[in-house]
């Protein structure tokens, strides 16, 4: 599991170097002003590839899988017959710089190659320093020139197989092989943009007690992000506002003058070093080719009694993260299990776009990903393992609702931060939820498929935990709505002067052809509990389009 922010300032920034770049003109910086990048809809952030918004409809492979293209050969025919349009593929920093300085893009050139003839876009995932928090990517030159390029220690004098994020030697040697990626991704793909976004490191984490890291810990608070803590005091994180404020909210000293002691200070402290150290990363990265760039991790707060800081880019040090590492655009989680719903909330706070670069696998993922695009605006969405053999050649879970979100992507990207859209996800036992959409209250209740009347008519329900019900709803017109899901039954009330009570006038299934709408058979009776809700537990997830009218 993982973060994710897009810091508007940085947005900002990352804009206004593609668009320098762009007023530039000539040479090969002529594509630069069509290169993906974040765009502002409302309250939304979207990713904008080849001048059109676009939600990544994502999977990612194996570790490794991109290391080969043999082995990736008949593996993308299956990625886009299983309705994916975008791919996550791990780079190597091994392979690509197998000796220093000496760059081999050969196989890389293969992936994206690959990638495009099957009409694919691409995210690279940057396995540079670190993989989950260790550094098993680095190519063996550096990783056996350990004094050169120290690593960390778990506890004072016993190293493991991480680079230290304390070590300048480390964090150039990663920028420059990050430099050389990004200026051959431009050389090859700056005007076709196969590859759409990146992801800086893996799973940034872990703590480092070395000679190194403590002696930065004795030393002072770094003067950037002490005046980053003063220019956004009134905007910042409740959990590192609360530290900084436990400790008198002073403007300078050393990190314990400045933090205190204990979990969160700790955090802030290796938090601030990882994201130095990947924002120079990224920076090196973005200056040879500005694409989004993220940080992809997990969890959520700060450490609590009896657990250890690990530094992660998660939501609680968003604003180190902003402050040490202004060219990552956002932080992205990787969730697998716990509280999805509310870890989409907490890596949308102070504007930060959600991607979900990893998630679990299995029926579940319909629900999540329409509640990721119809509630949270998410960027993309992908599932982790997608090219394991056993997924591959079984239907994969995901390819209904990527079919059906690749339907309704027009509508959705369309109305995304602008208050006409949103999306539950609830489990058997939650309460109803009221969404405000349009003119109407939607009052939507957790209404499992099984217990459906079809089903009861032929007999007990199955047995087990029902799957969890998910709709989106998006206004179109005063009266009108497109919805999609399943699992959950609506009854509407009006949130306008006018007559208090709301009927549904008509209810219709049907598809989207190039972006128009089909309409199929029209629902009355049992489904539509009688006229009294839109009840799409009856049938199976799709799209239906209805129009609701006032009477007393
Ligand atoms: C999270 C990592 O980010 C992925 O690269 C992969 O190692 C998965 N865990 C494995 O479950």
């Known amino acids: 599991m993982k973060h994710r922010t897009l810091f508007c300032a940085t947005l900002v920034c990352s804009l206004a170097l593609v668009a320098g770049r762009a007023r530039g003109g000539g040479g090969p910086d002529d594509s630069a002003s069509d290169i993906p990048h974040l ?7 979207q990713l904008i590839v080849d001048g059109k918004p676009f939600l990544a409809l994502a999977g990612e492979l194996l570790n490794n899988s991109a290391t080969s293209i043999e082995h990736l050969n008949p593996i993308w025919p299956k990625l886009v017959e299983a309705k994916f349009n975008t791919v996550l593929a791990g780079v190597s920093w091994a392979q690509i710089e197998p000796q220093e300085g000496k760059f081999d893009f050969r196989v890389l050139d293969g992936v994206i190659q690959g990638a495009r003839s099957h009409n694919l876009r691409l995210v690279l995932l940057w396995f540079g320093s670190w993989k989950n928090g260790l550094s098993s990517y680095p190519p063996d030159w550096l990783k056996k020139d350990f004094e050169r390029f120290p690593r960390a220690q778990a506890t004072a004098g016993r190293s493991i197989e991480q680079l230290s994020s304390f070590s300048d030697a480390n964090r150039d040697a990663d920028a420059r092989a990050f430099a050389a990626l990004m200026r051959h991704v431009k050389s090859v793909d700056g005007r076709r943009h196969t590859v759409i976004m990146i992801q800086v490191e893996n799973e940034i984490n872990g703590l480092d007690h070395s000679p190194l890291a403590t002696q930065a810990q004795q030393g002072l608070a770094p ?18 506002r609360q530290v900084w404020e436990a400790a008198g909210s002073k403007t300078s000293g050393t990190w314990e003058e400045v933090f205190g002691k204990g979990g969160g200070a700790d955090e802030i402290f290796i938090a601030w070093h990882y994201a130095r150290y990947t924002g120079r990363v990224a920076e090196a990265g973005k200056a040879e080719y500005p694409l989004p760039m993220y940080v992809n991790t997990w969890g959520e707060g700060f450490p609590k009694e009896g657990q250890r800081a690990n530094g992660a880019p998660k939501p609680a040090v968003i604003d180190v993260w902003r402050a040490g590492a202004p060219k990552i655009d956002m932080l ?17 706070r102070s504007g930060n776009p959600l991607f979900i670069p990893e998630t679990g696998n299995g029926p579940i993922n319909a629900a999540k990903a329409l509640y990721a695009f119809g509630r949270h605006d998410a960027i993309g969405f992908s599932p982790f393992g997608v ?12 390819t209904g609702i990527y079919d059906l979100l690749s339907q309704l992507a027009p509508l959705i990207l369309e109305h995304q931060g602008n208050g006409t859209m949103s999306a539950v996800l609830l489990k058997s036992n939650d309460p109803p939820q009221k969404l405000q959409v349009g003119n109407y209250t939607l009052q939507v209740a957790f209404w499992p498929i099984c217990y459906s009347m079809p089903l009861l008519m032929a007999g007990e329900p199955p047995p087990g935990t029902p799957p969890p019900g998910a709709a989106v709803f998006i206004a179109t017109g005063p009266d009108e709505y497109f919805a999609a899901g399943s699992g959950v039954k609506v009854t509407f009330s009006p949130n306008t002067p006018g007559p208090p009570l709301a009927g549904l006038a008509t209810v219709e299934e049907g598809t989207f052809v190039k972006g128009r709408w089909v309409p199929g058979i029209r629902l009355a009776g049992d489904d539509t509990g009688q006229g009294q809700n839109l009840f799409e537990l009856q049938r199976q997830m799709g799209i239906q389009r209805f129009t609701l009218y006032r009477y007393r």
């Open 223 to 240: 003067k950037e992000l002490m005046d980053y803590l003063q220019s956004h005091k009134d905007a910042l994180t409740p959990e590192l």
């Open 332 to 348: 992205s989680p990787d969730i697998y299990g716990g509280d999805y719903s509310g870890m989409c909330a907490e890596y949308t």
């Open 387 to 398: 090219d394991r053999p056993d997924r591959l050649d079984k239907a994969p879970d995901l």
């Open 39 to 45: 765009r502002k809809q409302g309250t939304a952030t």
